[in-house]
């Protein structure tokens, strides 16, 4: 399997309940990152990995957890949510280090309803 | 902070027209930009991207773009629409950060309509 993959694809939760997203990469990539994506606003980044080290978190409610235990693997585990945090999340990688003309190659997402 | 602004929210062409999607960057820095495209349920597709080795950038599909300093732009164009061309385009800029990885700041999109 090549390229970013992400599971589930949907998922549909309530507020009270814990759930995990998962991304992994096949592309031999060092960075890894989180977007969210609502309706009529743009791509938000969440947090970003560098080497397996987060190196980004942007003012990110605590009720997302991220993880990456490795350079082809991150989590982003969830709690408590609320209604508002339903929208499309999106794994990213990229080459890692300060390689700013890397472009992101990102996976297909995961649906998030909070109900 | 860099930024893009996406001018146009909906564009809509006809098949066989010319396709013409606009961005205008924010720079403090030489920038690097990147085109994305976006279908429906999936996630985004690089189209191509711009990292200062010539002015005239050609991606997949048939787009390319042209980066233009003195207008801070970084268009995209396409000859002639096809209707498998109707998705959702996003323009981006790199954010340099010390912190490593490649981080992007996006433009709000573009959605691209093609009519028979």
């Known amino acids: 399997e090549t390229g970013v993959t992400q599971t589930p694809r949907h998922l549909v939760m309530g507020m009270t309940n814990k759930k995990s997203l998962k991304c992994e990469q096949h592309?031999?990539?060092?960075?890894m990152y989180w977007y969210k994506q609502s309706a009529k606003k743009p791509l938000e980044l969440m947090f970003v990995?560098?080497?397996?080290?987060?190196?980004e978190n942007n003012s990110v409610p605590s009720r997302f957890s991220p993880e990456c235990p490795n350079s082809s693997h991150l989590f982003l585990h969830l709690h408590t949510l609320q209604p508002e945090d339903s929208a499309l999340y999106l794994c990213?990688?990229?080459?890692?280090?300060?390689?700013?003309?890397?472009?992101?190659?990102f996976g297909n997402g995961t649906r998030l309803t909070v109900t | 902070a860099q930024s893009v602004t996406q001018l146009g929210s909906h564009v809509s062409v006809s098949e066989g027209a010319l396709v013409l999607l606009r961005c205008n960057y924010s720079?403090?820095?030489?920038?690097?930009l990147f085109w994305y495209v976006q279908y429906p349920n999936q996630g985004l597709q690089l189209l191509l991207k711009?990292?200062?080795?010539?002015?005239l950038v050609k991606g997949i599909n048939g787009f390319e773009a042209e980066f233009k300093k003195s207008e801070t732009s970084f268009h995209l164009t396409k000859p002639s629409a096809h209707m498998s061309d109707a998705a959702e385009y996003f323009c981006?800029?790199?954010?340099?950060?010390?912190?490593?990885?490649?981080?992007?700041?996006f433009g709000t999109g573009t959605q691209l309509k093609v009519e028979l």
């Open positions: 711009y990292t200062s080795a010539a002015t």
């Open positions: 720079s403090s820095v030489p920038p690097y």
């Open positions: 990995y560098n080497f397996k080290e987060q190196t």
């Open positions: 592309l031999g990539h060092n960075a």
């Open positions: 990213a990688s990229s080459q890692g280090g300060t390689v700013y003309n890397s472009p992101l190659h």
């Open positions: 981006a800029v790199s954010d340099p950060f010390t912190g490593g990885g490649n981080k992007l700041t």
